[in-house]
T-cell receptor, first 113, second 115 residues
Framework: QKEVEQDPGPLSVPEGAIVSLNCTYSNSAFQYFMWYRQYSRKGPELLMYTYSSGNKEDGRFTAQVDKSSKYISLFIRDSQPSDSATYLC?????????????FGKGTHLIIQP | KAGVTQTPRYLIKTRGQQVTLSCSPI?????VSWYQQTPGQGLQFLFEYFSETQRNKGNFPGRFSGRQFSNSRSEMNVSTLELGDSALYLC??????????????FGSGTQLSVL
């Protein structure tokens, strides 16, 4: 079983829709949870950063963490074609910070104009 | 503020050769981490350097090595290249103040192709 599971997609939705992206994980020691956006031929860009369980909102983006279910989500409201990218979840803290970030393989999102 | 700069952007090498990749972190950042990204395995942690010392290492063979200079710039070296080393190599920088709660900022990567 992989430490972090993420549906690779592609996930295709019409412009303006609410997008829900998810990851599940197996290691309950993870404490920090991140979402990165990666455009083709670019490095990952940090979108959201949360600690432990709860919600965090930043503009059109909302990150949710449910540690009891080992499940994290990223919601994108009023989706735009420019949101089309690969979204990677990442986690930290299992090894006291010694193991680097553990990433999901990413979900490829397509926003249709 | 300039971001993380990686050079070169693209490299083509043949099996058995060695390669050196370079990374300049964000000004003021003292920690540099390296990751390998492939379609099959996703992003995997290679190693992290802080103040010229390797602070942590992932599960990669000894052919993968790195170093960091006093100005925080870092290089990564892969010796005796194999076909499976073809990947996007990403460098990330952070302030390095703590082991946890560090936000990583990535460069655009070096795309290495091994023929």
């Amino acid at each position: 079983q992989k430490e972090v599971e993420q549906d690779p997609g592609p996930l295709s939705v019409p412009e303006g829709a609410i997008v829900s992206l998810n990851c599940t994980y197996s290691n309950s020691a993870f404490q920090y949870f991140m979402w990165y956006r990666q455009y083709s031929r670019k490095g990952p860009e940090l979108l959201m950063y949360t600690y432990s369980s709860g919600n965090k909102e930043d503009g059109r983006f909302t990150a949710q963490v449910d540690k009891s279910s080992k499940y994290i989500s990223l919601f994108i409201r009023d989706s735009q074609p420019s949101d089309s990218a690969t979204y990677l979840c990442a986690m930290d803290g299992a090894g006291g910070g010694a193991d680097g970030l553990t990433f999901g393989k990413g979900t490829h999102l397509i926003i249709q104009p | 503020k300039a971001g993380v700069t990686q050079t070169p952007r693209y490299l083509i090498k043949t099996r058995g050769q060695q390669v050196t990749l370079s990374c300049s972190p964000i000004s003021g950042h003292r920690s540099v981490s390296w990751y390998q990204q492939t379609p099959g395995q996703g992003l995997q942690f290679l190693f992290e350097y802080f103040s010229e010392t390797q602070r942590n290492k992932g599960n990669f063979p000894g052919r993968f090595s790195g170093r960091q200079f006093s100005n925080s710039r870092s290089e990564m070296n892969v010796s005796t290249l194999e076909l499976g080393d073809s990947a996007l190599y990403l460098c990330a920088s952070s302030s390095g103040r703590g082991r946890l709660n560090e936000k990583l900022f990535f460069g655009s990567g070096t795309q290495l192709s091994v023929l």
